[in-house]
């Protein structure tokens, strides 16, 4: 079988079609590093991600898994960071918020102790994970998915799917990011309205402060705007003065893969063939990652 996409969600659901013992190859066109997936904050939790009902479920199954990966933190670049989300209210999220252990109210939102995961780290590693199990990843242009040569193909391409399938209900959702020096700060802070297009958080990551960022509705510009990077480092500045002045090592963007809700099903074709798609998580990715992964797993392969 062939996986298609070699982000969070494709290796993800690689390693758990190859951990059930499949023979899998993961086919995309750039390496992981190259995917939206590895320029991602990293923090777990739900955001600009539909149906929420499903949602909630597909990314408490993936904290479970993430909760685990952090006893491994060097190896699987996931660790458990305590921080506030400013401007959330209890009561205003989902069945699945009272399953999350220690989410609790605070002055102004809610704080929690959740998956912050590395994300260079953490696909290095599901690669690796992925070949111990058998899979392997190639670098392939598919331009066609009723001609990728295998019983059971898997699309998790993302933005991708847009022309591949094609999909005119996938958007790109344009994120910014700053990452400077850390002057010290261990948490992480979000204050994000899903209305607007500018939001303030920062992560703490070993290798620097992310400060964010943006949510640009159908831009699709991978350049790093100099003005929306000193906003930025702004809005972050006013909540913690000490990232004022902060050394600046990079410029992130990447283009979320929206949708108004993310399709995971299975479909026909040729030949009795079988295509599951797996795509549209927004900007939740890396939340509902082993959830969606599973459940596409699920579709492939019914239990008899």
């Known amino acids: ?29 750039e390496p992981a590093e190259g995917t939206t997936s590895a320029v991602a904050g990293g923090l777990w939790w739900p955001y600009r991600i539909e149906p929420e009902p499903l949602v909630g479920a597909w990314a408490l199954e993936s904290l479970a898994v993430y909760e685990e990966l952090a006893d491994r933190a060097e190896e699987t670049g996931v660790r458990l960071v305590d921080g506030v989300h400013q401007g959330t209210r209890l009561d205003e999220l989902g069945a699945w918020a009272g399953r999350v252990a220690g989410l609790r109210a605070v002055a102004g939102g809610v704080a929690a102790r959740l998956p912050v995961i590395d994300m260079p780290v953490h696909l290095a590693w ?53 990452v400077v020096a850390n002057p010290g700060i ?38 790093p705007d100099p003005a929306t990077a000193t906003a930025i480092v702004a809005r972050c500045a006013e909540i913690r003065p000490e990232i004022t002045g902060a050394r600046v090592l990079a410029h992130r963007v990447g283009l979320r893969p929206a949708r108004d809700a993310v399709r995971l099903e299975r479909r026909a074709l040729p030949g009795g063939r079988v295509l599951v798609h797996n795509y549209g998580h927004g900007g939740a990715g890396i939340t509902v990652a082993w959830g969606c992964a599973r459940e596409a797993a699920g579709l492939a392969f019914p239990a008899a």
């Open 186 to 223: 261990a948490t992480w802070f979000t204050s994000v309205a899903h209305t607007s297009a500018a939001s303030t958080y920062f992560i703490p990551q070993p290798g620097g402060l992310l400060l964010g960022g943006t949510a640009e509705e159908d831009a699709w510009s991978l350049e």
């Open 126 to 178: 599901l690669r690796e994970r992925l070949a111990k199990a058998g899979g392997t990843v190639e670098t392939r242009e598919v331009t066609d998915l009723a001609a990728v040569p295998a019983p059971v193909v898997v699309n998790c391409t993302g933005l991708g799917a847009r022309s591949l399938v094609p999909d005119p209900a996938v958007r790109p959702v344009r994120g910014q990011l700053v």
């Open 1 to 29: 079988m062939i996986v298609v996409g070699s982000g969070v969600a494709g290796l993800t659901t690689a390693v758990v079609l190859a951990d059930s013992g499949r023979r899998v190859r993961v086919w995309a066109r």
